[in-house]
């Protein structure tokens, strides 16, 4: 089961002709209807634009993606950030779009319009965030990448951070994504593997503003694209496995420059008894489905807090809330908002945070 993988050897005789010059291969890349999938397509232009702005825009088939009616279907591709593209190398581009309705409204899973408005009225705060992206590689048949066909690898304990074959499972597309991040000009900070076997962590960040959400969101199409080449999959479902194995989340940490500066442990007091007053609405922005996969993770195991209850402590992994323990004895600089899935979308995890620590609303 699954896709067949062709002969990369052959493929490499016709990626080493020669692109002609003036011709440049842009990958548009966006979120589907699912807020979680993404999906790409290629155009050539005639030159390398000098700007984002000078990409222009394009439309796609929204009744092929989740997105529109087939009466109706045409949604538009407006691009907002430009990488270079690891894939295809030399002047190509891969190119992250907002999506908009046939209507010029953005679509439902567009949660970066609004996420950039946000930014740009709370920009003199000069919100920070840095996102630990967790997730789990899968083989075709939807069992974790490496685990044993018919059984389980042994319990969780020798796997975080580990070393050795029977430890890691995967490390090879870890390495091949943290390389293409660093060339596509993604904010790639870390990379580290995870409590659960096949499971890994890369944090991208810190980045400002809007910043985070498309540096986070194109970090996950390279992840895609790279285990693609590997014929294997790559899950966010925040509890892929069941029992006593731990879920996957989006760390995120987060900082304003009051923070960061001397004495912002108070600053981060002051965001914490805010975030307190609004945990539900959180919840309801930290994965797709409003606190729906989250509470199959958030159980108060597993290095997590309760769904129903906020909390926060000084270097506590079972908190909603934690203050790394070097910053409480700074007495400045962030905090980490362990809630988020994995499947989050960045735009409106980041979006919340800012409305209700800095804007009051
Ligand atoms: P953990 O100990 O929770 O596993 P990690 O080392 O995985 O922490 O991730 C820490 C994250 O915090 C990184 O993404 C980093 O960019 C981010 N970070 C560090 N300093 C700040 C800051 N001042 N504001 C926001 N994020 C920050
Ligand atoms: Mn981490
Ligand atoms: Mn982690
Ligand atoms: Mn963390």
Redesign the pocket.
């Given at each position: 089961m699954g896709a067949p993988i062709t002969d990369k050897k052959v493929l490499e005789k016709f990626l080493e002709l020669d692109q002609p010059q003036n011709k440049c291969m842009c990958e548009y890349v966006w979120i589907d209807g699912t807020g979680e999938g993404l999906r790409s397509k290629c155009r050539t232009l005639d030159s390398v634009p000098k700007s984002v702005k000078e990409y222009p825009e394009w439309n796609f088939d929204g009744s092929s993606t989740y997105q529109a009616e087939g009466s109706n279907s045409d949604m538009y591709l407006q691009p907002v950030s430009v990488f270079r593209d690891p894939f295809r190398k030399g002047h190509n581009k891969m190119v992250l779009c907002e999506v908009f309705k046939y209507n010029r409204k953005p679509a439902e899973t567009n949660r970066r319009y609004t996420c950039a408005q946000i930014m740009e009225r709370a920009k003199d705060h000069h919100p920070?965030?840095?996102?630990?992206q967790e997730y789990t590689l899968l083989a075709f048949d939807g069992h974790p990448f490496g685990w044993p066909k018919n059984g389980f690898p042994g319990p969780q304990g020798p796997y975080y951070c580990g070393v050795g074959a029977n430890k890691v499972y995967g490390r090879d597309i870890v390495e091949a994504h943290y390389r293409a991040c660093l060339y596509a000009g993604v904010n790639i900070?870390?990379c580290?593997a995870e409590v659960m076997p096949a499971q890994w962590?890369f944090?991208?960040?810190?980045c400002e503003g809007i910043d985070m959400g498309d540096h986070l969101w194109m970090a996950r199409y390279i992840m895609h694209r790279v285990s693609e080449e590997f014929g294997v999959v790559v899950t966010l479902d925040p509890k892929p496995m069941e029992g006593d194995w731990n879920g996957a989340g989006a760390?995120c940490?987060?900082?304003t420059l009051s923070?960061?500066n001397d004495g912002g442990i108070r600053a981060i007091e002051d965001a914490i008894e805010k975030l307190s007053k609004h945990h539900v609405r959180h919840i309801k922005a930290y994965d797709p489905r409003e606190g729906k996969d989250n509470e199959r993770r958030l159980t108060g195991q597993h290095e997590t807090s309760s769904i129903h209850d906020f909390s926060a402590g000084v270097a506590n992994r079972g908190a909603s809330i934690?203050i790394?323990r070097q910053v409480a004895e700074d007495g400045r600089?962030?905090l980490?908002d362990r809630r988020p899935s994995s499947n989050c979308d960045p735009y409106a995890v980041t979006e919340v945070i800012v409305r209700t620590t800095c804007l009051d609303e």
């Open positions: 920070w965030f840095g996102i630990e900070g870390g580290n962590e944090q991208i960040g810190p760390h940490n987060y900082s923070m960061r934690r790394p600089g962030y980490e």
